[in-house]
């Protein structure tokens, strides 16, 4: 289905195929709103990022419109959220402070139960084969780049990883309910940070969802440093979060282990599967800061 023939379905049409906003999945902005693809399912992200909204939390949520918002369009799901007006992250301290924040309020707000019956996060089944095949391609990647890379220690860490997520698995973090991705290109500054793609809500445990803030707030984002938050910007985000957020002593076990999990579940993937981020010097940047981290991760305490 074209562009026009999804945006003619909420009542907007244009003369010509619109062009995407983001080049991975189809984003529109038509003026004052922006129309994207979301859950399939998509009633529970809505009730969810609407108790946010009501809450006080700068979150988009879906404009009001004569026909139904969300939709499915075909085999998939789009949503009209109101375009957010202000300027980008560039990694200033009181912009890391401010997310740390905003993150933080969004977890103290997460009620106890899955009430909202968000998508609840069960991913601890990685196998040695996939670890073999990724880094693989990375390698590959890696060599194409004439990025320095220690392949068989990279694949010796992962391994260890794969062989201690059952005990993860079992451990009984404590969970929240979370718009997820919590990046640095998902922020607008108003000049308070206003979440605009909340798209990825699920429920999960907290310290994976502040593991992944810290290894990928900067991912594709131009205006960003190109690493990972620096010991001081960590402890910024840590200052702004703990505002709200009291960890528990688990998680402060555990979290080592948290930020292996996420790097296997999300930076392997990425390392691995999107060819096109090698060609960017900015990425292969971050992608060395991030397999540092994974080798020393000492100045990333939680406290």
Same mark, same amino acid.
């Given at each position: ?12 049409? %244009? ?19 922006? !129309? ?9 992200? !809505? ?56 993150? *933080? ?13 968000? *998508? ?11 670890? !073999?095949?990724?880094?693989?391609? @990375? ?119 948290? @930020? ?10 990425? %390392? ?32």
């Amino acid at each position: 289905m074209t562009g026009k023939e999804i945006l003619k379905k909420f009542g907007i049409y %244009m003369e010509n195929e619109p062009v995407s906003i983001y080049p991975f999945s189809p984003v529109y902005r038509i003026d004052d709103v922006v !129309v994207k693809r979301t859950q399939k399912r998509p009633q529970p992200l !809505v009730g969810y990022t609407t108790y946010l909204y009501k809450e006080g939390i700068n979150v988009v949520i879906p404009v009001q419109l004569e026909m139904d918002n969300p939709q499915t369009i075909g085999n998939e799901t789009f949503v009209v959220y109101p375009f957010i007006t202000g300027t980008v992250y560039a990694g200033k301290d009181h912009e890391v402070y401010e997310a740390g924040k905003l993150l *933080g309020k969004i977890h103290h707000l997460s009620p106890e139960e899955n009430v909202f019956q968000l *998508g609840e996060y069960d991913v601890y089944d990685f196998t040695i084969d996939e670890v !073999v095949e990724s880094v693989e391609n @990375i390698e590959k990647h890696a060599k194409q780049n004439n990025f320095e890379l220690n392949a068989e220690l990279l694949q010796e860490r992962l391994t260890h990883i794969v062989s201690r997520q059952e005990e993860l698995q079992r451990a009984s973090l404590p969970m929240v309910m979370t718009p997820h991705d919590y990046k640095a290109n998902n922020l607008i500054y108003t000049p308070d940070p206003y979440l605009i793609d909340p798209d990825n809500a699920v429920c999960i445990p907290r310290i994976f969802d502040l593991a992944l803030a810290l290894l990928l707030f900067h991912n594709e984002m131009e205006t960003a440093p190109d690493q990972v938050f620096t010991p001081k910007q960590w402890e910024l985000f840590l200052k702004g979060y703990k505002e709200y957020v009291s960890l528990s002593a688990l998680e402060l076990r555990y979290w080592e282990r948290a @930020i292996e999990h996420v790097f296997l579940d999300e930076v392997m993937w990425l %390392m691995a599967e999107v060819e096109e981020d090698w060609e960017r010097d900015s990425q292969r940047k971050l992608f060395a800061s991030l397999l540092a981290l994974l080798e020393d991760k000492s100045a990333y305490r939680l406290g």
